[in-house]
């Protein structure tokens, strides 16, 4: 039996930023722990990508959007009494 192959597209523009910035970052962590000068140059390649990436779809404003309702929900999960607050916090 074949394998199939599946594609999937992201949901929007957004996702789709996302998704990248993650590859990138991946990328770059794979290379952290290399012990070689090459793996230190991939990683400065690897932020020199991130930043273009950020500036050119200007993903600053968005990311800091993201991030300030994912705290706000936290904090909302925390004031739930069936939530256990030690795994939010960690």
Not at 6 to 22: D, G, T
Not at 26 to 36: N, R
Not at 69 to 88: E, F, G, M
Request: aromatic fraction near 12%.
């Amino acid at each position: 039996m074949k394998k199939k192959t599946v594609y999937e597209q992201p949901f929007n523009e957004h996702i789709k930023h996302l998704l990248r910035l993650e590859h990138l970052f991946s990328g770059m962590m794979y290379h952290l722990k290399g012990p070689s000068g090459w793996d230190s140059h991939a990683v400065i390649i690897g932020l020199n990508q991130v930043l273009e990436f950020v500036v050119r779809f200007d993903l600053s404003n968005e990311l800091g959007k993201d991030l300030d309702y994912y705290a706000q929900t936290l904090k909302n999960w925390q004031t739930t009494p069936s939530v256990d607050n030690d795994r939010i916090e960690n």
